[in-house]
């Protein structure tokens, strides 16, 4: 799978919006970029993922870059809960012996402040 | 949403002891369950990835015969960690994916292993 690179960590006003980059510049046709966070002590929350379009869900929204090789995560409100590790993953497409796995890189860690 | 459980949440164990950690999919059949392992202020390593009825495929370096792993029913899978030692201590997860078509893994909250 893809490597991808994130800031180490990024900070945000509360009520504001917080964009998260992620660079995946060597990324295949057929890999997925998947968003995950980490809020401290518990499992991965799944968040959104796309293949080339933008998608947006309850959540927040991903914006795929036209050639593919970098997206920004958005959460259009960010409340104290979001604070987190903000993971960026590119996940291979069904078949292959990758499939499914899921390659954690260090994150963004998010902090929102009042 | 699609639920995923882990039990113990935590446990405390002494040096030599076996410990087993449980996985669940509540809500959906899950084909396929990985492992993973967090120590701290690090990022999460996958550790094997277990499809039910079959043998876990190990990542490298990990060996199979201290992490246990058994994936006998569509929602059940189990982490035996044998023989713990102090270096074994770090935050299991595991993760669940359903049948073809619903390709998203879910995440359980994650079981904090202690070894004295």
């Known amino acids: 799978d893809a490597k991808t690179t994130q800031p180490p960590s990024m900070d945000c006003a509360e009520g504001r919006a917080a964009n998260l980059p992620c660079n995946h510049s060597?990324?295949?046709?057929?890999?997925?970029v998947y968003w995950y966070r980490q809020i401290h002590s518990q499992g991965p929350q799944y968040i959104i993922h796309?293949?080339?379009n933008n998608e947006t869900n309850e959540m927040a929204s991903l914006i795929i870059t036209e050639d593919r090789k970098s997206s920004t995560l958005i959460l259009p409100h960010a409340t104290l809960r979001d604070t987190a590790v903000y993971y960026c993953?590119?996940?291979?497409?069904?078949?292959?012996?990758?499939?499914?796995?899921?390659?954690f890189g260090q994150g963004t860690i998010l902090t929102v402040h009042p | 949403g699609a639920v995923v459980s882990q039990h113990p949440s935590w446990v405390i164990c002494k040096s030599g002891t076996s410990v087993k950690i449980e996985c669940r999919s509540l809500?959906?059949?899950?084909?396929?369950m990985f492992w993973y392992r967090q120590f701290p202020k690090q990022s999460l390593m996958l550790m094997a990835t277990?499809?039910?009825?079959?043998?876990?495929?190990?990542e490298q370096g990990v060996e199979k015969d201290k992490f246990l792993i058994n994936h006998a029913s569509l929602t059940l899978s189990t982490l035996t960690v044998t023989s713990a030692h102090p270096e074994d201590s770090s935050f299991y997860i595991c993760?669940?994916?359903?049948?073809?078509?619903?390709?998203?893994?879910?995440f359980g909250p994650g079981t904090r292993l202690t070894v004295l």
């Open positions: 809500d959906f059949q899950a084909t396929t």
């Open positions: 993760s669940a994916r359903g049948l073809a078509g619903f390709y998203e893994q879910f």
């Open positions: 060597t990324i295949s046709g057929n890999e997925y």
């Open positions: 993953i590119v996940r291979a497409r069904a078949g292959g012996t990758s499939y499914g796995k899921l390659t």
């Open positions: 277990s499809n039910e009825g079959s043998k876990a495929t190990y």
């Open positions: 796309g293949l080339k």
